[in-house]
């Protein structure tokens, strides 16, 4: 029903209505030899390409303007009588850009005509005061990209920034990158005009990542026409306030054409990773990546198709270090007395030690004399990963006056990969497992009224489908006498099993998972050329939806002591989570804008112009969303019950978004111009921030409004008592004793972005820009622990010895800290006592940016096209995104004192310089000269400062005694860099934030030797250490053969990090260790030895070998064109 709505509203609305072009236009000003305006000349602009044909008439003023033309090469020719014919040849249009063709006829007859080339019009912006970048096919097509990851491109335009692995904004971040100061998920993709976004992270749907860092699907490289990344943009562009980026794809033209290609990367080809040490298997790794384009007319001049195919198939090992017990010490034991630990082992053995020399008892690995725990095993994991992607396309012209175009693109995936990062086992047989699919519509009708007025429609459908599976998981735990409860096979698999400190058995805790994404996208766009104002007004409708399963810790998890309670079976601690965490959300938005583009002078262009957006209160199907009030301590309501609220949150009118800039020719020859501009840009939700990451809080990442009370409520059942195969596993479900909510009177974030930039065009190729780039938001998202203990209270309490009264609170034993001779405390929560943690997301945050940027582009001088990039920044802000992966992004140390968390952002970068060039070689002559001919060289460098994090005692301990479960340290000394990885930061200069009483021996919980009245927050601020720089060089060399006259064949190697330089990954999860010894701390907290960085930036963010940061690597691949 509701699509049958959409599609009626597409259909009726063209003749009415126009946002977000992915067309470009054709402008400027006509007049005669005495300087005076040519009112009525006809101007006709023609594609080379497909024999498309669009005209207008210059006004009183001379000026013209053909809107919304398809990207491509035209022809502009300029009549009027008396006066010759203007003509302008190859006159390249971009997408989402106004090229300027000026003229100045000469008296005479009209069949007599003056040529120019489009290459000699101004290469600078004479009328727009957007700031961005734009790469064309033969660029995108020319350069060495690792994986074919159209995303990595993003990363060569000015003002973008991310960590050095290009997968994330910065390390733990699930945002893609950070523009202008902008938060990573702040931005807004667009497939040929419409939404190619995934709705719930906020990320593009189509090269998403997948389990691990490579894209789940992929976008056909040879099937974009160009990518535009835009920032301070027009009215017409809404939605988001961080960068549109802004996709065209190919289509097809009067003469068939296409390609085929293949490339081919082996890892025996390239260097070894860093921690990849001589003298262990070196890391397996093959990718083949293949395909074939086809596009031409099936009609000429009227109706054209165009078609792209690229397949992916990628496998490989990622190596680890590890602790396993050996069959002596199992037999040792006895070997499995239980039955069912006989069979895990006997379904899962542990592999055999083959680090010589290494420690293993009953416990682990670590050695009782020395205390030294030293890794036994080098584990060489499978990793796999399958993708297909196609894209079709179809252009058709019903006459000049009316346009259509559909597109749809299908990808689909399966990856199995070993998810080590978030505490799952890398042993094999436990990979995660996800099939992905991903599916975009999009139609567009152009409509040319008149010629001064166009109208453009457009409709867009995507559909994003994810699924995360244990690799075991059709096997039933219940086949071998493990009786954990599980009865749906959604959640089969065997439990997360811990054994001491050897490795884990079993996969993450978090999955199985399951999300669909469904997003209708209309657009309606009228353009109106009236005298020297250039109007457009819109209206834009975005529906989205989703369904999730998030069954995080329903496989369960058991721990066992050593390894002899394992072998007979006796769990020491355990839990498994119960109830229905499906849920169906949905979301309507509506926005309307009004624009001008008043040329006031011939010199001088105004941009101007007003949006308003309506993000709509996202709604449960089942009503399965809940607020918290104060009665009773914290008593849960579900939305829409009696005595609840109607809607979670309170709908936002206020998103009024005025916008203005100008375009100053400063000598009026279309060589110098000064642009600048301001505007307010606001933030829709992405709706992780109601669904998160979990059905229950884990301190430092929300989960969703999953509250402990309603149908199938979310419970957790802890262990029964009985030995495996004794009957269940675990008994006694409780409710949840935490809360994650959103405040009622939440607001939209918004964004100010203002500039002020001088192009500067040098010869008829090359253009230099010089500007100041600044962004300040205001109300952004963040969450914190609304019912935190103050200090004050912490203190009294912890003098006080009061002890946790009767274990109340079902995570009393685990969030309270141990006080003297090991008894538990508890501060008690005052704003809502029945309750632990009460998470709140809110719009409280802000962020200020500041940045130089400078930017030199050369285009086709001798062969040499280029673009460098050098931008000086500094990004400050007190939460980085609105949910927390690493514990310094969202949720303050200190809830109660959020201010107190100003600082660097985490997508901070000092300084940033990114080039890419391709440089062809001159035709050769003479003997050989086919085989001296069509040579050349690309490349792209990128060089970066590091970016900031902090340390924390990542649930370690709890110094503070706030239960939060990442205090920061004491700085007690000066902060010194080592420079090498091994001793990256000196730990002697941390400590923690209490007195230790017992000064001559602690022990391993170190939070229990602090003396009563001593806890405190640490006084180390948010992210005021820095992380490794990044260099590196990637480069290609291709040969181009012309087999006939219209067949080519480029042969290339491509070579990343070609000078094999080790850069290394951010701390992602810096835990302080707070343990004795080596790298822990001392009897009195002061941090000993170096924290060491452990991983290359691909693996850091498990992407080994296409992640940017890896050891050199070496690509080869063959590519028929014709």
């Not at 945002?175 to 976004?197: I, P, Q, V």
């Not at 389990?211 to 056909?220: E, H, I, K, N």
Request: aromatic share 12%; glycine share 12%.
């Amino acid at each position: 029903m509701r699509a049958g709505w959409i599609l009626t509203l597409f259909i009726l609305l063209p003749g009415t209505l126009v946002a977000q072009t992915f067309r470009g236009t054709i402008l400027g000003t006509v007049t005669d030899t005495t300087g005076a305006f040519v009112a009525g000349a006809t101007v006709k602009a023609r594609s080379l390409a497909t024999g498309l044909e669009r005209s207008g008439q210059t006004s009183a003023d001379g000026s013209y303007s053909i809107p919304e033309l398809p990207i491509g090469n035209y022809e502009v020719t300029i009549t009027q009588s008396g006066f010759e014919t203007f003509l302008a040849r190859s006159v390249d249009v971009n997408v989402a850009s106004e090229r300027r063709v000026d003229a100045q006829l000469q008296p005479g007859q009209v069949s007599e005509r003056v040529e120019v080339s489009g290459e000699l019009l101004p290469q600078v912006e004479t009328t727009s005061s957007e700031i961005g970048g734009t790469l064309t096919s033969q660029t995108i097509e020319d350069l060495p990209i690792n994986g074919r990851d159209y995303t990595k491109l993003i990363y060569l335009n000015p003002g973008v920034a991310g960590s050095p692995d290009q997968i994330s904004d910065s390390p733990g971040s699930f945002g893609e990158f950070s523009m202008n100061g902008s938060r990573g998920r702040s931005n807004n993709y667009l497939l040929d005009g419409t939404d190619m976004n995934d709705g719930y992270r906020n990320d593009p749907a189509i090269n998403e990542a997948g389990v691990f860092g490579d894209p789940a699907t992929l976008l056909p490289i040879d099937a974009v026409a160009e990518l535009r990344v835009l920032s301070n943009y027009a009215p017409e562009y809404g939605r988001n306030s961080g960068a549109v980026v802004n996709i065209v794809t190919k289509s097809g033209t009067n003469q068939l054409h296409g390609s085929l290609l293949e490339f081919w990367r082996s890892g025996q080809l390239g260097a070894r990773n860093f921690f990849n040490f001589a003298g262990t298997p070196k890391n397996s790794f093959l990718n083949n990546q293949f395909g074939g384009s086809l596009g031409g007319p099936i009609v000429k001049d009227k109706t054209f198709f165009f078609l792209d195919y690229e397949g992916q198939r990628e496998t490989g090992a990622q190596g680890g270090l590890s602790c396993v017990p050996d069959s002596a010490e199992i037999a040792r034991l006895g070997g499995p007395t239980n039955a069912v630990s006989a069979a895990i082992l006997a379904r899962h053995p542990w592999p055999s030690p083959n680090i010589a020399g290494a420690y293993s008892d009953a416990s682990g690995c670590t050695n009782p004399i020395t205390s030294v725990t030293t890794n036994n095993l080098a584990t060489s994991t499978r990793f796999s990963n399958r993708v297909d992607s196609l894209i079709a396309k179809i252009d058709h012209n019903f006459n000049a006056t009316n346009l259509l175009t559909g597109r749809y693109y299908f990808g689909d995936s399966d990856q199995s990969f070993p998810f080590a990062q978030l505490a799952a086992g890398i042993l094999p047989g436990f990979n995660t497992v996800t099939p992905t699919r991903v599916q975009l519509v999009s139609l567009s009708y152009v409509k040319i009224v008149n010629s001064s007025q166009v109208n453009e429609a457009r409709l867009g459908w995507n559909r994003f489908a994810e699924q995360f599976f244990p690799q075991d998981h059709a096997f039933d735990p219940n086949s071998i006498g493990l009786a954990t409860g599980v009865t749906n096979p959604f959640d089969f698999g065997l439990p997360k099993i811990s054994v001491g400190n050897f490795a884990v058995i079993g996969a993450t805790s978090s999955i199985p998972r399951s999300r669909v994404d469904a997003n209708w996208h209309f657009i309606d766009n009228y353009s109106w050329k009236a005298g020297r104002h250039d109007l457009k007004f819109g209206y834009e409708f975005r529906r989205t939806t989703i369904q999730l399963i998030q069954d995080n810790n329903f496989r369960g998890k058991l721990s066992f002591s050593d390894l002899s309670t394992f072998l007979a079976g006796v769990p020491k601690s355990g839990k498994i989570a119960l109830g229905n965490t499906l849920r169906h959300t949905a979301e309507n938005n509506h926005g309307f804008y009004l624009q001008d583009s008043f040329r006031w002078t011939p010199r001088l262009t105004f941009n101007y112009g007003l949006r308003w957006d309506y993000f709509g209160v996202v709604h449960e199907k089942n009503n399965l969303f809940y607020q918290l009030t104060p009665a009773n301590g914290g008593t849960e309501v579900q939305v829409g019950s009696p005595g609840g609220a109607s809607e979670l949150y309170n709908p936002d009118y206020n998103n009024i978004a005025p916008r203005f800039g100008f375009a100053y020719d400063m000598t009026g020859k279309g060589k110098t111009v000064v642009r600048g501009g301001w505007g307010i840009f606001y933030d829709a939700f992405s709706q992780d921030i109601f669904l998160g990451h979990a059905p229950y809080n884990c301190a430092f990442c929300p989960g969703p409004p999953y509250a402990g009370v309603g149908p199938a409520a979310i419970s957790f059942a802890s262990l029964s008592g009985a030995a495996l195969g004794s009957g269940s596993v675990f008994s006694s479900p409780s409710p949840l004793g935490d809360f994650f909510g959103v405040d009622p009177h939440i607001r939209t974030p918004y964004v100010q972005n203002f500039n002020l930039n001088v192009q500067q065009q040098l010869g008829s190729r090359a253009v230099l820009e010089l500007g100041y780039v600044g962004t300040k938001g205001t109300k952004l998202f963040r969450f914190r622990d609304i019912n935190q203990p103050s200090q004050a209270q912490i203190t009294a309490y912890d003098t006080s010895g009061a002890q946790c009264a009767g274990q109340i609170l079902p995570n009393c034993p685990i969030a309270g800290f141990d006080g003297p001779n090991g008894i538990n405390f508890n501060v008690p929560r005052t704003a809502f006592p029945n309750l632990f943690y009460v998470n709140q997301e809110e719009a409280t945050a802000s962020s200020i940016y500041h940045a130089l940027q400078t930017s030199l582009r050369v285009s086709g001088w001798h062969g040499l096209s280029t673009q460098a990039n050098f931008v000086w920044s500094h990004s400050i802000d007190n939460a980085s995104d609105l949910e927390d992966f690493i514990p310094n992004a969202a949720q303050p140390n200190n809830s109660l004192a959020p201010q107190s968390e100003r600082g660097n952002s985490n997508f901070d970068i000092r300084r940033r310089f990114s080039w890419n060039f391709t440089y062809r070689f001159p035709q050769a002559s003479g003997t050989f000269r086919r085989f001296k001919s069509g040579w050349g060289i690309d490349g792209t460098a990128s060089l970066q400062d590091g970016q900031p994090f902090s340390f924390n005692y990542n649930f370690e301990g709890d110094y503070s005694g706030s239960g939060e479960g990442f205090d920061r340290p004491d700085v007690v000394g000066p902060i010194q860099y080592g420079s090498l990885p091994y001793h990256f930061i000196n730990l002697t200069s941390f400590q923690v934030p209490c007195t230790f009483g017992n000064t001559t021996a602690i022990t391993s919980s170190g939070d229990s030797n602090c003396l009563a009245g001593s806890r405190h927050f640490g006084d180390l601020r948010r992210n005021v250490l820095f992380g490794p720089s990044f260099k590196e060089l990637n480069l290609g060399i291709f040969k181009d053969t012309a087999l006939t006259e219209r067949v080519k064949l480029q042969i290339r190697a491509d070579f990343f990090n070609v000078l094999n330089h080790p850069n290394f990954a951010n701390p992602e999860l810096p835990s302080f260790i707070a343990d004795p010894g080596v790298n822990g701390i001392d009897s009195t907290g002061r941090g000993i030895g170096s924290y060491a960085l452990t991983a290359t930036g691909d693996v850091g963010i498990g992407n080994p070998f296409l992640g940017s940061g890896g050891p050199r690597g070496i690509q080869l691949a063959a590519k028929f064109t014709f």
